[in-house]
């Protein structure tokens, strides 16, 4: 297994399909940054986090995210929801995904929501402008 540069095990590395698939979705919105910390891909709109390739020490695909207060409860009751070590005590949950399977249909709105509980104004204004989407085909392949 890779690692990075602070001696984390990379589970997803920026290469994998996974975060290959993330990224299409994460990057056109405004000021998205990708940085690898703790050994996961995370992205961030300006410095604060917003979406996380991978769950802390778990093999199985999954995406960290910044739920709507008010989906919170209805996220929890599905099976492929759960609430991911370290982060979870913020708020956070994770959806269950891999490169090709899983609901890739629901994951686009739920990194929309997470960027936009952290996103700045002028980010906000951008997104909302009709400058870029997180919502893009998250297909394999597509970008």
């Known amino acids: 297994m890779d690692t ?13 399909a996974l975060a290959v698939r993330v ?15 703790h050994g996961r891909c995370t992205f ?10 991978g769950a ?8 960290e995210f910044i739920p709507d207060d008010l989906e919170r409860p ?10 991911p070590p370290y982060e979870g005590a913020y708020g956070w949950l994770a959806l269950r995904v891999e490169a090709d399977s899983g609901d890739w249909e629901l994951l ?9 509980r952290v996103a700045l104004q002028r980010q906000l204004r951008a997104l909302d402008d009709g400058g870029a989407s997180p919502a893009v085909d998250s297909r394999p392949g597509q970008v």
């Open 56 to 63: 802390a020490h778990d093999e199985a695909g999954a995406v």
């Open 23 to 37: 990224r299409a979705i994460c990057a056109p919105s405004p000021e998205v940054a990708e940085v690898i910390s």
């Open 108 to 116: 686009p709105e739920l990194l929309d929501t997470s960027y936009r």
């Open 44 to 53: 961030r709109a300006g410095k604060r986090q917003f979406a996380i390739v």
């Open 4 to 16: 990075d540069s602070s001696g984390h095990v990379m589970r997803f590395p920026p290469d994998h």
């Open 74 to 83: 209805a996220l929890l009751e599905r099976t492929d929801v759960f609430v």
